[in-house]
């Protein structure tokens, strides 16, 4: 479904993605893992056309999207639910959500904010209060709701774990399990390794903006080099 080759993205003279490279099957939850500065959120951005990449492949069913704007790549059928939500916190809960469907008919909007409703009821409660005045899951439901109203077939999650409570990012991840059930493709950049590693079923690690590790899920959460990576230490030895 989504295949990127060997990604390269710079923002001047510095380099935020290195040299990435996997592939997302479709119906599969993918993750990429990485600390903070690995090159997950530049990544993510590149797929979603927020990023020019300066070297490097993007391909999407079959054709190359790695130079097209982020309104045509929504409409090929891909939506990122950023990290930090960046909402439009002057207009309202449903306001936000019709922006996320500005690609598609008027015509399917009705059906469309009814769907990101029964998922989210917290936001039907909330869809005439101004989305500053949210608290932050229901601002991490809101941003991921707008994502949806797009209908893609490819949601892209950048860090939805990041600064919410346990409780709240239980809820969120079941919400994910269920988009996924439901056929929903997921490609999931995450800090937290026990969460993404949960949902997953395939991951990349991430390190200084390059792959360094791939493999299955489940043999990926008790990996050496898994916990040498975002520890810094060697199995066994005692943590700082």
Do not use: C
Request: hydrophobic share 45%; glycine share 10%; proline share 5%.
């Amino acid at each position: 479904m989504l295949t990127v080759g060997h990604l390269e993205v710079r923002y001047g003279d510095l380099v935020g993605v290195a040299d990435v490279s996997f592939e997302v099957p479709e119906g599969r939850v993918v993750a990429l893992l990485g600390s903070n500065g690995a090159g997950k959120t530049s990544t993510l951005n590149a797929v979603a056309g927020l990023a020019a990449p300066s070297r490097g492949t993007i391909t999407w069913n079959g054709a190359r999207i790695d130079r097209l704007g982020a309104t045509a790549i929504v409409r090929r059928g891909l939506a990122l639910s950023p990290e930090g939500w960046r909402l439009f916190t002057k207009q309202t809960v449903e306001q936000n959500l019709r922006l996320g469907a500005v690609p598609l008919p008027r015509t399917r909007v009705p059906a469309l904010l009814d769907r990101v409703y029964t998922l989210f009821p917290r936001l039907r409660e909330r869809a005439r209060q101004r989305a500053g005045t949210l608290s932050g899951g229901e601002r991490q439901m809101l941003a991921l709701g707008r994502a949806l109203m797009s209908d893609p077939k490819l949601l892209l999650l950048d860090e939805p774990s990041l600064g919410l409570a346990p409780t709240v990012v239980e809820a969120l991840y079941e919400t994910l399990r269920r988009l996924h059930d439901e056929g929903l493709t997921l490609l999931l950049a995450e800090q937290s390794v026990p969460l993404a590693l949960e949902i997953a079923d395939y991951a990349y690690v991430l390190q200084t903006g390059r792959t360094v590790l791939e493999g299955r899920a489940a043999d990926l959460r008790h990996d050496p080099q898994v916990e040498r990576i975002y520890l810094g230490i060697e199995r066994g030895a005692a943590a700082p």
